[in-house]
């Protein structure tokens, strides 16, 4: 695969990973679908750091259009060099890639921690606190011990779930970036147009109009 579409499959990926993203995170505001948790500040502390909708959501469309436009270039260069527009291109990808990491590997941390910690909810003696703060990540094996919270009603399996659903595309969007950065390294330093189709076009678009034939078993000039 050619590297500019291959950095343009991984774009596409991108966009549609980060929507899901913000709509996960969305949801974790309204529990059973209700607001007044999120009214009265019920709401586990790590969904208001927004790591599905910024880090996870938002940040990754830069990366997601870069790479989506580098394989609409023509693979002719920039200022009539032909060589080092393309490559150029491919290595300010990797700028690019490394903003998504930074992006992704925040949801993703924010999500683990928010999975370890646990929702707040309302307990069985009528208090608002962190349930499962103490049991470093264990209650996640014992489902039996979810019944502990009492509101918002199986806020536990939503959190988990939610939170489950942002590592997890978190950690695909950072694996792609990865991607990405290995592809515009390669990109920059092997050439971007892989086809000699490609190149041969933009040899005949770079030819002055004298008579020029284009082909190159024939005369560039006519007698």
């Not at 050619?2 to 309204?30: D, E, M, P, Q, T």
């Not at 990366?63 to 394989?71: K, M, Q, R, S, T």
């Amino acid at each position: 695969m050619c590297y500019g579409k291959c950095a343009r499959c991984i774009g596409h990926s991108l966009v549609w990973l980060a929507i899901l993203c913000i709509v996960a995170n969305i949801l974790l505001y309204f529990p059973n679908g209700e607001t007044k948790y999120a009214s009265e500040n019920h709401l586990s502390r790590f969904v208001w750091f927004f790591s599905g909708i910024v880090g996870g959501g938002l940040l990754m469309f830069l990366p997601a259009f870069v790479f989506i436009g580098l394989e609409e270039d023509d693979c002719c260069g920039c200022c009539g060099h032909e060589n080092c527009g393309k490559r150029c291109a491919m290595f300010s990808s990797v700028l690019a890639a490394l903003i998504g990491i930074a992006g992704s590997g925040y949801c993703v941390i924010v999500a683990a921690l928010g999975l370890a910690e646990g929702p707040q909810c309302l307990d069985s003696s009528g208090h608002w606190n962190y349930t499962f703060a103490n049991t470093d990540g264990q209650y996640l094996l014992d489902t039996s011990t979810w019944s502990q919270c009492t509101e918002p009603k199986h806020v536990v399996e939503w959190n988990v779930s939610l939170f489950s659903i942002l590592l997890a595309l978190g950690g695909i969007e950072f694996i792609l970036c990865l991607v990405q950065v290995i592809n515009g390294v390669m990109g920059g330093i092997c050439g971007y147009c892989c086809f000699r189709q490609q190149v041969r076009t933009c040899v005949k678009m770079a030819q002055p109009d004298l008579g020029v034939v284009n082909d190159y078993n024939t005369p560039l000039f006519s007698s």
